[in-house]
């Protein structure tokens, strides 16, 4: 609506030709300049205040503090402009995303997770009671929103003139992939079923926490007195190849992980652990690592790949429909 009258504002002032400029360079009023009546001055003067009207709509002036986010989400990206304390949501790629703080003169959000096979330009959208913020900037990638008619006008001789006009309201920013967790998923779905028998031993019927920490020394973590595994004995620590003992020390490691109960399944991300405790009784009976994770109208969803069970997408409400109990999370660094 923002857009829309200051559009037609525009588009009236034009259309009275000389109208369209109120004053010449020594400063003469409308109404005295040849051909111009007092009605036509009165009308260029309800325009100005019709422009002044809306100027506390939101409005960005600014590009986003990042442009490019790795596809796993959680980055955190700032707009600038003014009226931003109005705005009550933010879609990238069509998926909400978190708003952290709206303040009169910025938005900060929290880029969401996304599939590995959405890598790549994405639309990120702002609005306000449900109507889209406009994109004003000079510097800013911005994409064309459809087509929004203006209001028919009338100038003074009774021809009738209409346009339309493409209202910007879109920024562009870009999915990339992150070389850590592409190494961690591609390690999990190239041996969720051929164990890596030569590099690790296996655990037979209870492999799950083994095969997770080997896919995190995929993705570049490094093994201390806590958490190992040695290749040449075997040997290794509880940490390593039990779910409760895996959980108990990444709870005491809050610098690699932050845990995450199922009601803040917004916030997984693909190369995180889940782990799902199947009677209730306190302890973790199975680790996987989060595979795929999709964001829709209805909720997030998230699919797992692991070893016993050996599945490299497991829809994770389906494991909890089959197996009872519940999930919970461990959102890594």
């Not at 209001?151 to 009774?158: E, I, Q, R, V, Y």
């Not at 997984?268 to 964001?295: L, Y």
Request: proline letters at 4%.
């Amino acid at each position: 609506m923002v857009a829309l009258t200051c559009s037609t504002a525009i588009l009236g002032v034009s259309a009275f030709g000389a109208v369209a400029a109120a004053a010449d360079d020594a400063g003469s009023p409308v109404a005295a300049r040849p051909g111009i009546d007092p009605a036509a001055a009165a009308y260029a003067d309800e325009i100005v205040s019709v422009i002044d009207a809306v100027d506390d709509a939101p409005i960005v002036t600014s590009g986003l503090s990042t442009a490019a986010v790795p596809f796993t989400g959680g980055t955190q990206v700032t707009v600038n402009g003014e009226g931003l304390d109005e705005v009550d949501s933010v879609t990238v790629a069509g998926v909400p995303a978190t708003i952290v703080t709206a303040e009169d003169d910025a938005v900060t959000f929290a880029v969401p997770a996304v599939s590995a096979d959405s890598i790549g330009t994405a639309q990120v959208r702002l609005a306000a009671a449900g109507a889209p913020v406009a994109i004003a900037s000079a510097d800013a990638a911005v994409v064309a929103g459809a087509s929004v008619p203006q209001t028919t006008t009338t100038d003074l001789n009774g021809i009738v003139e209409a346009s339309t006009r493409a209202i910007p309201h879109a920024l562009t920013l870009t999915y990339t992939s992150n070389p850590a967790i592409d190494a961690q998923v591609g390690y999990v779905l190239t041996h969720w079923n051929s164990y890596n028998s030569s590099e690790y031993t296996v655990l037979s019927g209870v492999d799950c926490a083994n095969f997770a920490s080997q896919s995190l020394i995929e993705r570049g973590w490094k093994m201390d007195g806590g958490w190992y595994y040695d290749r040449a004995t075997g040997a290794m620590s509880p940490s390593w190849s039990s779910s409760t003992a895996m959980r108990d020390w990444l709870m005491s490691r809050p610098d690699l992980a932050t845990p995450l109960d199922d009601s803040q399944r917004g916030l997984v991300k693909v190369g995180d652990i889940a782990q799902f405790d199947w009677n209730s009784s306190g302890d973790r009976d199975h680790t996987a690592i989060v595979t795929r994770v999709e964001h829709t109208d209805s909720g997030t969803r998230v699919w797992v790949g692991s070893h016993t069970k050996d599945v490299d997408y497991w829809n994770v409400d389906e494991a909890i429909a089959n197996g009872g109990g519940y999930v919970t999370y461990f959102s890594l660094r």
